[in-house]
């Protein structure tokens, strides 16, 4: 038998008088929760089917953006990204805020963003920005507004092309401007994103996000501008009373397989969804790009995948998803006869591109390979024409939803299959603003 010396009375009495004080200090510490991001992407050459929209290089700029985010805090902290940069990326100032109108802040919620304790920092090529965390209590589906200064000639590279927002790109250090005038010389607008890649909230232990990996459906192409009307938009007003953030990761022109007008989902899957705090279940509604874009304008010389290679495309993301305790819910691909009409992509839609989808649909279906199926083709399809859109939902191009049938698609959803059984629904989080 091993024999310790006694502890001398002082030093036992301490420790026995020690052990209450630290079981009652076991509240849960709170922890970090995406609600809200945007997948960055890399900026195009001039030469692109699309304009980028966003300058080739900042010069001594501010640029402003706000964002609609799900699940509110009493902190925040925001992500800039550098993913595709080639060169350091210099921030010199850089505020958060509640939206007001427009360009327009809450003056009493101005918050300076500090990196590292500093009032600027530099992003290193390839890499993203965490700011340190700031006091600021957002209400659930609260409007932020993030503004960042560029003091030395920036390149534009990374952007997320399809914000679906304006933003303001002003000259000079603007970061804690109450309005900037889209009149005002020098300022000029775009609906791309560049350099905001999320905004997370402290939330409790227990919070948990869906993210939603998709294409241009899930982007919100034809969304109205700056009303968040995209389908994941509406999911997250649904969502949000029960602590869920929604975070959509969608890239207008994403595909599963291949490059498009951003990575492939399977090379950005760790950084746009896995990686993000707080996700617990991806939806992936994808395919139709993998299936369409060859032979069209975006890829005349690329061929089609085929069913057994889109397949074991979706079979690797389940299980990578799974291999980190995140739940697959699978999507299937809605309807897209006569898509884009009158354009230089008016041969997407081919009868036998349609066959490989229907094809892609039933087993996304029958296959049990996701934990569950959102049937968007179903829910979508004109029963009159079910290779069509319904007229109601669609946006116009026989592609994309509209508003109407991205707040449908979002209104047919069981939210019991994207969250936890025992999550209870909270109250909503409100702001008080000190």
Do not use: C
């Not at 340190?132 to 609260?142: G, I, T």
């Not at 997320?160 to 970061?175: F, K, L, N, S």
């Not at 024409?385 to 047919?412: Q, T, V």
Request: neutral net charge; glycine residues 6%.
């Amino acid at each position: 038998m091993h024999r310790y010396p006694a502890l001398p009375a002082a030093l036992l009495a301490l420790a026995l008088n020690a052990a209450p004080a630290r079981a009652a200090d076991t509240a849960p510490t709170p922890a970090w929760l995406a609600s809200w991001t945007a997948s960055p992407q890399a900026v195009w050459g001039a030469d692109f089917l699309f304009p980028s929209n966003v300058p080739a290089v900042l010069r001594d700029q501010t640029v402003r953006q706000v964002a609609r985010i799900s699940v509110g805090g009493p902190r925040v902290r925001i992500v800039l990204s550098n993913a595709y940069g080639k060169v350091p990326l210099r921030i010199g100032a850089a505020t958060v805020a509640l939206a007001d109108s427009a360009s327009a802040i809450r003056p009493v919620s101005l918050r300076t963003l500090t990196f590292a304790g500093m009032p600027s920092a530099t992003a290193a090529p390839g890499a993203p920005l965490v700011s340190d965390p700031v006091e600021l209590s957002v209400p659930d589906l609260a409007r932020l507004t993030v503004s960042v200064h560029l003091p030395q000639p920036s390149p534009a590279s990374t952007f997320h092309w399809d914000g679906r927002e304006t933003a303001w790109i002003a000259p000079r250090d603007q970061t804690r401007a109450a309005r900037i005038d889209a009149a005002q010389p020098g300022v000029q607008t775009t609906t791309a994103r560049l350099l905001l890649s999320a905004i997370e909230v402290e939330a409790a232990p227990a919070a948990q996000a869906v993210a939603i990996l998709g294409d241009s459906i899930t982007d919100g192409a034809s969304a109205s501008l700056g009303q968040d009307t995209r389908w994941p938009d509406f999911l997250a007003a649904r969502l949000a009373p029960h602590g869920v953030a929604v975070i959509n990761a969608g890239i207008s022109g994403g595909r599963l397989l291949s490059d498009g007008m951003g990575e492939s989902a399977l090379a950005r899957f760790e950084r746009d969804v896995l990686a993000q705090p707080g996700v617990r279940t991806v939806v992936v509604l994808l395919g139709i790009n993998d299936i369409s874009w060859p032979g069209t304008a975006f890829a005349p010389q690329e061929q089609r995948p085929t069913l057994e290679e889109l397949t074991a495309g979706y079979a690797r993301l389940v299980a990578r998803a799974r291999s980190r305790g995140v739940r697959v819910v699978g999507a299937t691909l809605t309807p897209f006869a006569g898509a884009l009409p009158g354009t230089p992509l008016d041969d997407y839609y081919q009868p036998d591109k349609d066959a490989l989808r229907q094809q892609l649909n039933a087993w996304i279906r029958a296959s049990g390979t996701f934990d569950a199926v959102l049937d968007f083709d179903a829910w979508t399809r004109d029963p009159e024409h079910p290779l069509r859109l319904l007229p109601a939902y669609d946006s116009g191009d026989r592609l994309h939803p509209g508003d109407a049938g991205n707040r449908a698609l979002a209104e047919k959803i069981d939210l019991s299959l994207l969250f936890d059984q025992d999550q209870s629904p909270r109250p909503a989080y409100r702001a008080v603003l000190k």
